[in-house]
């Protein structure tokens, strides 16, 4: 009831605001064509009037006028002056128009340069890729919401080279999750999966955002530890006037929702994803040495300490829902000061269900021991039902103090995420192990980040010299809260369940904890000057990064004290009568469930990353139609590890890693005709790819969920990676873009994750042979008005992608094997990269009608078989099978001054199904993973004012 009137006031407080809103804004950004810059204090005047305003040193501007339609000047000394026409302002609203001014031929000449406003502020970011030193693609926001999407991984699809693996993490240029690297405002923040080099883009609600660009080309600014790119999301600057906006939504998928077979436990209390505290740990004592006949009495009070559910319960699923609210505004501290303070804050919460009847994960299906017999024969079948709720918290603010010279911005960012799993699947083993049995989890996951990040840009009395620093320390939090795995063995002659450790293992609760901090310094300094005869810019500074994870896991199984074998029969099959209190170990007759500490020594860690790096690269012209900009950076990257290694044997303060390192880069453009609209564009540049926390670790971490063992790797090495790209890019009217590039790129020591020979449940990372990956994109954005198809557009892009890897010697070995060789197959000594994709397609159809407010489009997304589990002995290797994704988004605008918007949405309208496939020379494909995500429909509502 709190919430609901503090809402409704800050409506009437809006409502009061609006009404007294008179005027309309024109807002954008001036920049420099000669620079991939902004152009500070330019004068911009309404034609035939001395009402103007001039730029400020950000390059952005705010002219409040009447409303009426008017022509807009742009111009500063030296430079061409531009009229933008038709600019039509609205009571109420603001106009964007971002304008990019050329120096003049001759600075004593005027050159006017006469144009129509754009429509569409997709154009600001195709500015920035026109004007970048580096190959950048982008998306504006206008662009995210148009292809309606509600976070970036849905959106992000949509650029050349760019695909989505689970849902939540961007692989650039068909490249894995090591090689692509993300960013938050420009510094490294840690990941919901911290083990990812990449951010879970599903947590970032579109109101947070200003854009989203993708950066493929090395430059010595950037970090070094990138290769297929680098996604920089960019969260909202200073607002240029009060605003407000609400939007609430709801999603309905019939294979998800109101279904009454869904499974859940004890979820209250997780509504906005924060853990439950009273599912913590309930003990904190080291019971290693206790055993069931000699401490009877003080097991039994310990192990009734651990809450009894172990079951899941059936319950009714709902429909997804989400809500988000922003709001902003900007202020004057004084009549007499230049200066301003803006702020800008942003909350979003949403909640997702899915229910899976058929969940398939995990299969092995092994070759025939008959070579000659090509086949695949199952060896385990793993299937049942799945049942999640995904819960994501996320807030923004941000204060920004600005005057003349200098800008001053704080931002705060947190987010929350509460993941619950409910899975009861039957696992049937057939030929390394015959047995049955029905295994239930239960898991809950909380992850959270907090980000706080100062940034400062000051610029100079002439705009010659400009300081841009950054400070920013994050918190990840990933905490497994009292994860409970039940394995009943089924005696399949007559239906009994019990636990049997030696057939199906021992009931499980664990506790997992990783703490992730992160401190980032940044500072860049630029200059122009002049070379050559030509402007240029020296742009030189460093940064600091400290990275510190401890990693801590508390494992408990639950056997039972059983003399005559028949004590687990009690159950039932029934996981809650697992602890029941008459079934908890009792010294007469001695037997029950008790606890037994599982977790070893190598299971945790403490790890730090250091990367200090230092820069300098000029920007440059040799003549009117070539700019260059040509740079070096240095790294200096340290790992030290604390733990124990496999044999328990402790480890304090290790070096595993000490790698100091120069990374060249150049990256020349062409202009191949005197507007700049057209383009090629080459570069090269060395980057790395260094191992995580854990590869370059002693650690031995096992997953019960999977019964893999996860090793790490003291010696293991980073990969250096030399790059190199071509493009050729056209730039017409509005929003019209054509390119086509090409890529190449070698691999020294690529580092992937490798089965340990003779053990087939065990992985270790390792430095293979060399590899080489080459390909071509090509990307057309085109307005249909051509064919008579006004406010239509088409995008679309393809990339093509191959790569080959040397095999390392473990592998070698298993595939030369006779015995894992089928009649009339060769051994192979290479293959494709794990995780890179051979190809990808996106393409899009869409309408715009500013007029009647109604937008709509038709966005299609698919990439080819993805290598996902490397082959072992005679296992085939598992490929991702490609997933036809088609979504439709129709919204409309209304009301006097378009405040409000109804969007509907409909996704994977072909019904397409997750498939991940083994395959093996000359036999038909085998099933590893399978689940149907159904068609999702949702309905949302917008108002802004």
Known sequence: MKKSIQ??????????????????????????????????????????????????????????????????????????????????????????????????????????????????????????????????????????????????????????????????????????????????????????????????????????????????????????????????????????????????????????????????????????????????????????????????????????????????????????????????????????????????????????????????????????????????????????????????????????????????????????????????????????????????????TERSISNILLNGTHSGSEGLWNVDWKGAVTWANVYDQDFRLTPFFVNESNGNRTINPSEAGDPLRIWRNLDEINLVGKLDISRKHKLFGYDAKVKFGGNYVFKSRDFGVDQFALPNQDFDGEFSSRFNGDPDEILAPENILDDNPRQGTFIRQDSNPSDSFESEITIAAAYVSEEFKIAKWFNAIVGVRLEQFQLTYTGADVNNNPITDQQFLDELDFFPTANLIFDLNEEGNKKIRTSYGRTTARPSFKEASTAAIIDPVSNTIFNGNPDIRPTYINNFDLRFESYGEGTNFFAISGFYKTFEDPIEISFIQGASNQFIPLNLGEATVYGAEIEVRKDLGFIGLNNFFFNGNYSLIESQQDLGIFEQQRRADPANLRDGEEPITERQLQGQSPWIVNAGFGYNNAESGWEGSLFYNVQGPTLEIVSDGNVGDVFTQPFNDLKFNLSKTFGDKTEHKITFRASNILDDERLSEFESFGSANKIFSFWEPGRTFSLSYNISF
């Open 7 to 444: 809402l409704a006031f800050l409506f009437a407080i809006t409502a009061i605001f609006t009404l007294s809103a008179q005027k309309g804004a024109l807002i954008g950004t001036v920049n420099d064509a000669e620079f991939n810059d902004v152009l500070p204090f330019a004068n911009i005047m309404v034609k035939g009037t001395t009402t103007g305003t001039t730029s400020d040193f950000d390059g952005k501007y705010v002219l409040e006028l009447d409303p009426g339609t008017y022509t807009i000047v742009y111009s500063y000394l030296g430079y061409e002056t531009k009229e933008i026409t038709e600019v039509v302002v609205k009571e109420g609203e603001e106009v964007v128009v971002d304008v990019t001014l050329g120096p003049s031929a001759n600075q004593l000449d005027e050159v006017v340069v006469t144009t129509t406003v754009s429509k569409n502020t997709e154009q600001s970011v195709l500015n920035l890729q026109k004007r970048s030193v580096a190959l950048v693609d982008g998306l504006s926001l206008q662009s995210i919401k148009r292809a309606g999407a509600s976070n970036i991984a849905s959106a992000v699809k949509n650029v050349p080279g760019v695909s989505v693996q689970g849902g939540k993490f961007v692989y650039v240029r068909g490249l894995g999750d090591r090689y692509t690297k993300s960013i938050l405002n420009g510094v490294d923040v840690p990941g919901l999966d911290p083990d990812r080099n990449t951010l879970q883009l599903d947590i970032f609600p579109t109101n947070l955002l200003d854009n989203l660009i993708v950066i493929k080309s090395f430059t010595a600014d950037q970090p070094a530890d990138f290769t297929g790119g680098v996604v920089d999301i960019v969260t909202k600057d200073l607002p240029t006037r009060e605003e407000y906006s609400v939007s609430f939504g709801i999603g309905y998928n019939s294979d998800f929702h109101f279904n009454d077979q869904y499974q859940t436990f004890d979820s209250g209390g997780r509504a906005f994803g924060f853990a439950d505290g009273a599912h913590d740990l309930p003990i904190n004592q080291d019971i290693s040495d206790l055993n069931p006949i000699t401490n009877t009495q003080e097991l039994r009070e310990l192990t009734q300490q651990f809450p009894r559910q172990m079951a899941a319960q059936s319950s009714t699923s709902l429909i997804d829902s989400n809500f988000g609210i922003s709001w902003g505004n900007q202020y004057n501290l004084s009549e007499e000061s230049s200066w301003r303070l803006g702020y800008s804050a942003a909350i979003s919460y949403r909640n997702e269900t899915e229910y899976y009847d058929n969940y398939i994960d995990g299969q092995v299906f092994r070759r025939s021991q008959d070579n000659s017999v090509l086949e695949l024969q199952a060896d385990r079948t793993n299937q049942g039902t799945l049942s999640t709720n995904n819960v994501l918290l996320t807030g923004l603010g941000g204060l920004t103090v600005k005057g003349e010279r200098n800008k001053f911005k704080l931002t705060l960012l947190h987010i929350q995420n509460g993941d619950t799993q409910t899975s009861f699947f039957d696992q049937q083993n057939i030929i390394l192990n015959s047995n049955l049995s029905e295994r239930t989890a239960l898991l809950f």
